[in-house]
């Protein structure tokens, strides 16, 4: 079957570091993307990942293994408007793309 | 080079009424997903179109159909409303390496 799991809620300060972690059982596997969503918006693409390994993109990283059926983000120098929700979403075999419960991150003065 | 677009941005139907939502794709791009999120279920597949066949469908009733048309272009359909079709239905372009997904502004649909 499919689970991808995500904390539901996160709170950081601005200027820190916040991790936010995924981890996934699905149907194959093509894939591992994050998204950014503000209130009210549609999610943008924030990342993806096919290897194990970390990928960074700016105050972004992602990071993946594999084996566990685990990601992260990696959120540096937080800044306000990094307040949002963070979808995980795997790409299974047949190109579907399943998508976690989201963490909405608060991010504090 | 245009984003996605969906029309209409809002909608308020009744029960029993149907309703099709719009999505135009990123030039060039051939492949379309949709999306239903709502606050309980989060992001759930619909199904996904690609050169106008359906490739992939997710677990909803037959009451969601959807086409695309030679252009690119996709219409979802949803017959006989219920209230708890209330949602955001987003549309997705999707790239030809099938690595970036980029979504439209969705269509916020209220039945009552």
């Known amino acids: 079957g499919q689970n991808i799991d995500q904390p539901t809620e996160m709170t950081a300060t601005e200027g820190a570091i916040v991790q936010i972690n995924c981890t996934y059982q699905?149907?194959?596997?093509?894939?591992l993307f994050w998204y950014q969503q503000h209130a009210g918006e549609a999610p943008t693409f924030l990342s993806y990942n096919v290897l194990d390994g970390l990928e960074e993109k700016g105050r972004f990283s992602s990071f993946l293994s594999r084996s566990k059926g685990y990601s992260y983000l990696l959120l540096k120098e937080l800044q306000m408007k990094d307040s949002a929700s963070y979808l995980c979403?795997?790409?299974?075999?047949?190109?579907?793309?399943?998508f976690g419960p989201g963490t909405r991150l608060s991010v504090l003065p | 080079k245009a984003g996605v677009t969906q029309t209409p941005r809002y909608l308020i139907k009744t029960r029993g009424q149907q309703v099709t939502l719009s999505c135009s794709p990123i030039?060039?791009?051939?492949?379309v997903s949709w999306y239903q999120q709502t606050p309980g279920q989060g992001l759930q597949f619909l199904f996904e179109?690609?050169?106008?066949?359906?490739?992939n469908k997710g677990n909803f009733p037959g009451r969601f159909s959807g086409r695309q048309f030679s252009n690119s272009r996709s219409e979802m359909n949803v017959s006989t409303l219920e209230l708890g079709d209330s949602a955001l239905y987003l549309c997705a372009s999707i790239s030809g390496d099938y690595n970036e997904q980029f979504f439209g502004p969705g269509t916020r649909l209220t039945v009552l």
């Open positions: 179109y690609f050169s106008e066949t359906q490739r």
């Open positions: 979403a795997v790409r299974e075999r047949g190109q579907n793309f399943v």
């Open positions: 030039s060039g791009h051939r492949s």
């Open positions: 699905t149907s194959g596997f093509n894939g």
